[in-house]
């Protein structure tokens, strides 16, 4: 993660930021106190809560990393201002699929903040590369398994 940037609308950031907070003062004190409690109930070998509230802290703990690496790793997506001539992260596009004539809007976000049945579509996926960079009008091919054409309508 370290040579890779993690791209976050400033919604995005203030999330990471809330869960981040979250899980270092408030959860992981949950967890100390559920290993201190588990502990206490003597031989630890067989101590279905000790193992359990372990299991936890390697989850809580890993999170928090994962969390530290994106925070210093981010980059702030400006949905607000950029050029509306061509397709980057943060456009909001408007797209027509040749191949069924349907049409669709979607924001290209960072991969933290794709929830494409919202229409927010990670700049990661073969549609978000595929029209990155382009202008109202270009034609591009999806490059899937099966690969398909798209249309750009539309950039906000």
Do not use: C
């Not at 270092?24 to 502990?39: F, I, N, P």
């Not at 994106?70 to 408007?94: F, P, Q």
């Amino acid at each position: 993660m370290a040579d890779s940037k993690i791209y976050v609308t400033e919604e995005g950031l203030q999330k990471l930021k809330d869960e981040y907070n979250n899980l270092v003062h408030v959860v992981r004190e949950e967890v100390k106190s559920e290993l201190a409690e588990a502990r206490s109930l003597g031989d630890l070998s067989e101590n279905a809560d000790w193992d359990a509230a372990r299991d936890k802290q390697a989850q809580v703990e890993s999170r928090i990393a994962e969390l530290e690496g994106m925070l210093n790793h981010y980059e702030l997506i400006d949905t607000k201002k950029g050029s509306k001539r061509i397709v980057h992260i943060g456009s909001t596009v408007k797209i027509e699929f040749l191949d069924t004539k349907e049409e669709a809007e979607y924001t290209i976000v960072g991969s933290t903040e794709a929830d494409p049945l919202n229409g927010r579509l990670s700049n990661e996926t073969p549609l978000a590369q595929a029209i990155l960079d382009s202008r109202v009008g270009d034609t591009r091919t999806v490059d899937v398994a099966v690969p398909y054409d798209v249309i750009i309508i539309d950039i906000n």
